[in-house]
């Protein structure tokens, strides 16, 4: 299950899971639209191990200011709540997992 992430609880969402991934988009955005079944897949697939969470860009502006996200979509990838990686732009699911698999 995916937990979408506000600016009230972002903090609380990294502090309370170990490996965290932020799929950062926009109701407008082609490339979100075509990537959020794939995040969807994954959130189904590391539920237990990895919180795997949504931001919009328009609903989330700090968050997106403090991470400088300029494009999106945009995934961000902590550990601990210390980013670790990130993807810019569409990309297939197995580039995703192989980042989410390194952190673990």
Request: glycine residues 6%; charged residues 25%.
């Amino acid at each position: 299950m995916e937990i979408n992430i506000t600016e009230q609880n972002f903090d609380e969402v990294l502090a309370n899971n170990a490996i965290v991934m932020i799929d950062f988009g926009a109701t407008w955005c082609g490339p979100c639209k075509a990537l959020a079944p794939v995040v969807e897949e994954i959130a189904n697939e590391y539920e237990g191990r990895a919180a795997i969470c949504k931001a919009d860009v328009e609903e989330c502006p700090a968050i997106a200011a403090k991470f400088r996200i300029r494009n999106v979509p945009t995934i961000l990838f902590f550990k601990n709540g210390e980013l670790k990686d990130k993807s810019v732009g569409g990309v297939q699911k197995k580039t995703l997992t192989d980042k989410l698999d390194a952190l673990m």
